[in-house]
């Protein structure tokens, strides 16, 4: 009775308009959240193979290039990254090669195709030798050793540690919101300024929580996927 | 028929010579049992033969072409890309450890390279596959996965999966030295059914009941070199080289 009471009370009142509008605003802004993500792990996972496969590389140059790369990506801060690469060509070169969001993207990318790199590295390593050298007398060629035999098992054995960044990426999307990106975590702090209330903060909470609640979904069901095999 | 030849082969790790002036000859139809004590050099021998390791000097041809020669300067000149894919194919391996695909089925892991190397069609691969499982008894398990099987069943899949290249040469590289001593009866007997077909077979083992029912030839090799060669009697009936018999008297105490 008591709670009709408040329901009926509530869903009259202007309140119910304003939670209607902030929820509205926040998931626009989860929406560009979701596209940062989806964006960054487009391009960082298969940048990530060819930057593995780089600094596996008999050749030293190449292969002292690219650990040097993962050395800065991985040993400066994102935040400091985004804001380079959006504000360097035009402070270095006096260029605006893009807007906002496609700095967003080129910083995320470049960052976690490093640490993807690292973990394909991990896979492709502790594949055993034999394997190379069953397909080596078989007669596959080295790309096809590769596609067919190793990268298939690597990914496998990946897969947990790659679930691991991929949900930090969700909640790494935040860090837009520095270079002025109105992703979530931007359009809550709009919020509880607006409406001098804190409420924003759960709800957006609550928005990345959710989020990664079915990024693990995804990520376990692909490990079944792959339990057809030891 | 020679089918492989092979003269003094040479290979070092760095300064350890790990075979030095290696030669012998395997000719169609023949079973070659190399015989002898860990770290001689056998499993060595039929890696280099079969590309896995680069030779330091030497001539090998296999089956009239030439894989790599001696040249000018005295060090090992392999031959084209090209040419050495076409002697690969010549030659089938069997691992000690087997080193099947584990992602794919028993039925893929035969069918894999014969379609994706020979270009044969998958039907015809399917084929070959079913039948190679037939013959070895392991029609049951073309659906399993290499962990679903045990080590004698995993090493006659790796077999059916070498045969179903159609080598002229078979190399066994400890085929039974993984395994639990019930199982290697079954690949032994697979191993003596192909000898009986007359395929060509060099085989690295420690079975020496097999090395002598079964070899034409069996080569005993200490310390990268070859101490003795002759028929299977020769060596172990009747050998007067005091390093071949002390070993084969290790093996009958």
């Known amino acids: 009775m008591l709670f009709t009471k408040y329901l009926v009370a509530f869903l009259g009142s202007a309140e119910i308009n304003a939670f209607i509008t902030q929820w509205g605003l926040l998931l626009r802004g989860a929406f560009t959240s979701i596209q940062i993500f989806a964006l960054t792990l487009l391009f960082s996972l298969p940048l990530g193979l060819l930057v593995a496969l780089g600094r596996m590389s008999k050749k030293k140059w190449l292969s002292e290039l690219l650990k040097f790369y993962i050395l800065i990506m991985r040993g400066t801060p994102l935040i400091l990254q985004i804001m380079f690469v959006y504000f360097a060509p035009y402070y270095l070169f006096d260029l605006s090669l893009y ?132 | 028929m020679q089918i492989i030849r092979v003269e003094g082969l040479s290979k070092n790790y760095g300064e350890n010579t790990v075979l030095s002036n290696f030669s012998f000859e395997v000719n169609k139809g023949e079973v070659i049992a190399i015989i002898g004590p860990s770290g001689s050099g056998k499993s060595t021998m039929l890696r280099c033969l079969s590309l896995l390791e680069k030779i330091d000097t030497g001539n090998v041809t296999v089956g009239g072409r030439v894989m790599v020669e001696t040249g000018a300067d005295g060090k090992a000149q392999y031959a084209s890309e090209k040419e050495l894919k076409k002697i690969k194919l010549q030659m089938g391996m069997v691992f000690q450890n087997f080193n099947l695909f584990p992602h794919f089925s028993v039925l893929r892991n035969i069918t894999e390279a014969p379609v994706h190397v020979l270009g044969i069609s998958q039907i015809e691969a399917r084929k070959i596959a079913i039948e190679l499982l037939d013959k070895i008894g392991l029609s049951e398990k073309v659906k399993s996965y290499p962990w679903q099987l045990s080590g004698g069943e995993s090493q006659r899949v790796a077999i059916a999966r070498a045969l179903a290249m159609k080598p002229d040469i078979l190399f066994f590289d400890e085929p039974t030295s993984a395994l639990d001593p019930e199982l290697t009866g079954e690949v032994l007997k697979v191993m003596k059914n192909l000898a009986a077909e007359n395929m060509t077979m060099v085989v690295v083992t420690h079975e020496m009941g097999f090395a002598r029912e079964v070899a034409d030839r069996v080569i005993f090799m200490d310390k990268g070199k070859i101490v ?26």
């Open chain 1, 99 to 230: 807007d906002r969001f496609t700095a967003v993207i080129v910083a995320f990318t470049i960052n976690y195709a490093a640490y993807f790199a690292e973990i394909y590295r991990g896979g492709i390593e502790s594949i055993q030798q034999g394997q190379y050298e069953a397909a080596s007398v078989l007669g596959f060629s080295k790309v096809q050793t590769l596609i067919k035999i190793i990268l298939p098992q690597v990914i496998k054995r990946i897969l947990p540690s790659v679930g691991n960044e991929v949900i930090t990426l969700v909640k790494d999307t935040a860090l837009a919101n520095i270079i002025g990106v109105s992703e979530l975590f931007r359009v809550t702090k709009n919020e509880t300024n607006r409406t001098a209330k804190v409420t924003a903060f759960f709800y957006a909470g609550i928005i990345y929580l959710t989020l990664n609640w079915i990024v693990t979904k995804v990520m376990n069901s692909l490990e079944e996927k792959l339990d057809y095999y030891r």
């Open chain 2, 228 to 253: 003795e060669e002759g028929s299977p009697d020769d060596i172990f009936v009747s050998s007067e080289n005091e390093r071949t018999q002390s070993f084969i008297k290790g093996f009958y105490v």
